[in-house]
């Protein structure tokens, strides 16, 4: 690393997605917050949400609406 660097922002795998997938899908009769998938994943939820929209186009919620 350099002095100059500045890291980037953090960046989740598609694998978080298919883990929060699995969660959502294995707990779908439970009401359930973002911030709880995101736990169950071991991400912050704007990172989630974030990975969400950018792999699936919808939020963790609006998959779990589905």
């Given amino acids: 690393m350099t002095t100059g660097y500045v ?3 953090r960046r989740v ?3 978080v997605v298919r883990r929060a ?3 959502i899908e294995a707990h ?3 009401p359930m917050t973002v911030a709880q998938i995101a736990q169950a994943c071991g991400v912050g939820p704007r990172g989630l ?3 969400f929209a950018r792999h699936h186009g919808v939020s963790p919620t609006a998959h779990l609406r589905r």
């Fill in 7 to 9: 890291p980037g922002p």
């Fill in 13 to 15: 795998e598609p694998a």
């Fill in 21 to 23: 997938v699995a969660h």
């Fill in 28 to 30: 779908a009769a439970e």
């Fill in 49 to 51: 949400q974030a990975a």
